[in-house]
């Protein structure tokens, strides 16, 4: 069965400090991969998506960036980070073709 | 341009009575909708899905509507119980990519 990683569950950082954010997807290959965010009360916002290695799309402007390194392996970094990067980040992956999205435990980052 | 919506961002209902979720889109051009449950501090976990060219699927306590000619789509949830408290997403999908509302949180009341 396929199964999806990300750590850290939750990250507290520094205005100004770097991210990486690392998903992993487990019994599965080929999968589109996604990034979202939660605000606080708001819903998901797709940040981020790829349909293989090295192919990003970006949805959103902003000081974060995605990569993908591997097959299974997505990442979000960012350089400097905002106060308004805080939120619930949730990486999720599909098989291509189909239309169900199955997501990974989330992390937790707050931006201090 | 949120192309999802959402509009009740909570719902409260008695256990036992029935939970009446709602959702509405703005392109018509989506292959498939679908409806996650979310808990706190938890990735969302996928319910229930309907494609465009059917108008209801039906998997258990839970059915989703589609009415294309209004872009609405509903999730029932018959009857609500206790455990079904969360939050609920509803998300469309075309061409790789996931559109999702802002979701709506409901109470189920023992």
């Known amino acids: 069965s396929q199964t999806i990683h990300q750590w850290p569950a939750t990250l507290v950082q520094p205005v100004g400090s770097p991210l990486s954010l690392e998903c992993t997807v487990e019994?599965?290959?080929?999968?589109?991969l996604y990034w979202y965010r939660q605000a606080a009360g708001r819903g998901l916002q797709l940040l981020f998506y790829s349909v293989g290695i090295g192919q990003i799309s970006s949805e959103v402007p902003q000081n974060l960036s995605a990569s993908r390194p591997q097959d299974r392996q997505f990442i979000l970094s960012s350089k400097k980070l905002l106060l308004s990067d805080s939120g619930f980040y949730l990486c999720?992956?599909?098989?291509?073709?189909?239309?169900?999205?199955?997501f990974g435990p989330g992390t937790r980052l707050t931006v201090l | 341009d949120q192309q999802v919506k959402q509009n009740s961002p909570s719902l409260s209902v008695q256990e036992g009575r029935i939970s009446i979720l709602n959702c509405d889109y703005t392109n018509s051009m989506f292959d498939y909708f679908l409806w996650y449950k979310k808990y706190p501090a938890e990735g969302p976990t996928f319910l229930i899905s309907?494609?465009?060219?059917?108008d209801k699927n039906e998997d258990g306590r839970f059915t989703v509507f589609l009415n294309k000619s209004a872009k609405h789509l509903s999730l029932h949830i018959v009857p609500s119980q206790p455990g079904d408290s969360a939050v609920y997403f509803c998300?469309?999908?075309?061409?790789?990519?996931?559109?999702f509302g802002s979701g709506t949180k409901l109470n189920v009341k023992p």
């Open positions: 019994g599965t290959s080929n999968p589109n």
């Open positions: 999720a992956w599909s098989s291509r073709g189909t239309d169900t999205q199955y």
């Open positions: 309907i494609s465009s060219i059917k």
């Open positions: 998300a469309a999908y075309n061409f790789n990519k996931f559109y």
